[in-house]
């Protein structure tokens, strides 16, 4: 009877646990749905809302399909590079105008100069929908940010770039190169093309190199120092080059033309590390969030909605990066999943402003050369 009468009461206990639950979970649902009613409500009111950031291309399609959600919000955005709205918007700061409420693009400005000036809010006081603050839909269950603080400029993107560049097929077995270390086996020298380190913009993809761990400065001083590569500045010659046999591996090779050859049928692999980790661009995915905005509600609606499932699949579908969220389909990427970051494994974010720094990199690439009569 005693036994009988503790299983009803823990059962009982249970029931009242369980109905507790179910109400405050319908509660909360109807808070943040009430909340987002009336933001969305003072958003119309405002009637507009100013977004600054890099119109490459797909960047400014994606951005204008927020209109078709929210006509009532008419959406002001003004393009340019990085540097150039940088200077405006610090123009405006100090003459005491707050245009700006939303800042889209590269990360580097954003942390660098918007974040370091303290103009940013934390982006989580923009998060109203329970999927956009749910960590569990982003890659590594985790939000990602590229300030140091983890907490202003939000990195809604990140591409996998772990591609060495190419070979020739009929030069190169697959299993002779399993990592960067690889080339710098004895009969690959003299054997290795790629852009010259010197020409303008080029060092930076030399980064990955410079940075990462299982790299750095070590593997280039050997690399440059012992395999003599040959550099060009004519990424189509070298593509030919590599076709022809003339060489056998052509190192950070655009991605564009390598796979434009092997639509083509020539004799040319991509060539992958199975070895390091590889690197992740996060390019024109960030978005940051100002002080004192013009328009606080209509900002918090663009927000919600550019990191929504809607407002991601939306930004894939034109700019061709990989959206950080991992509940859409990936299938409508250029590179498919080879682009998709794998759970679990370590990656170099490439772009995060502490390794925009490039002047020591090119201090020992100009040294290392000058030793070898370059």
Not at 127 to 133: D, G, H, R
Not at 217 to 242: A, C, H, N, Y
Not at 323 to 346: F, H, N, Y
């Amino acid at each position: 009877m005693r036994f009988q009468l503790a299983m009803i009461l823990a059962v009982a206990r249970m029931a009242l646990s369980l109905f507790c639950f179910l109400a405050l979970a319908q509660e909360a649902r109807a808070d943040w749905k009430q909340e987002w009613e009336k933001i969305v409500a003072a958003a119309e009111r405002e009637g507009e809302v100013t977004l600054y950031g890099q119109g490459r291309s797909g960047v400014s399609d994606a951005i204008l399909e927020f209109k078709k959600v929210y006509p009532k919000i008419r959406l002001n955005f003004v393009s340019g590079q990085g540097s150039e709205l940088a200077k405006k918007v610090m123009a405006e700061k100090r003459a005491d105008k707050n245009f700006v409420d939303i800042a889209i693009g590269g990360g580097g400005t954003q942390v660098l100069v918007y974040h370091k000036a303290g103009l940013l809010e934390v982006m989580s006081a923009a998060f109203v929908l329970p999927e956009v603050a749910d960590t569990s839909l982003w890659w590594g269950k985790k939000h990602h940010y590229a300030d140091p603080d983890q907490r202003y400029v939000f990195m809604a993107q990140g591409d996998v770039a772990d591609r060495m560049g190419a070979y020739n097929k009929n030069l190169v077995k697959p299993a002779e190169i399993q990592s960067w270390w690889d080339v710098l086996d004895p009969k690959w020298r003299g054997r290795i093309v790629m852009s010259d380190p010197k020409w303008a913009g080029n060092i930076g993809n030399w980064r990955y190199l410079y940075y990462a761990p299982e790299l750095g400065p070590k593997f280039i001083r050997r690399f440059l120092g012992e395999t003599e590569p040959v550099f060009s500045t004519d990424e189509r010659q070298m593509t030919d080059w590599l076709a022809s046999g003339k060489y056998a591996i052509y190192l950070m090779a655009k991605d564009e033309n390598i796979d434009l050859a092997v639509k083509q049928g020539l004799p040319i692999a991509s060539l992958h590390s199975q070895k390091e980790p590889g690197g992740i661009t996060t390019g024109s995915g960030h978005i940051s969030f100002f002080k004192k905005a013009a328009h606080p509600n209509a900002a918090r609606v663009y927000i919600n909605w550019f990191l929504s499932r809607d407002g991601q699949l939306a930004w894939q579908k034109y700019t061709g990066d990989n959206s950080m969220r991992t509940d859409i389909p990936k299938d409508m990427l250029p590179l498919g999943q080879a682009q998709v970051p794998q759970e679990g494994r370590q990656y170099l974010i490439t772009s995060l402003p502490q390794y925009e720094d490039v002047k020591p990199l090119r201090k020992l690439v100009d040294e290392v050369l000058a030793r070898r009569g370059r």
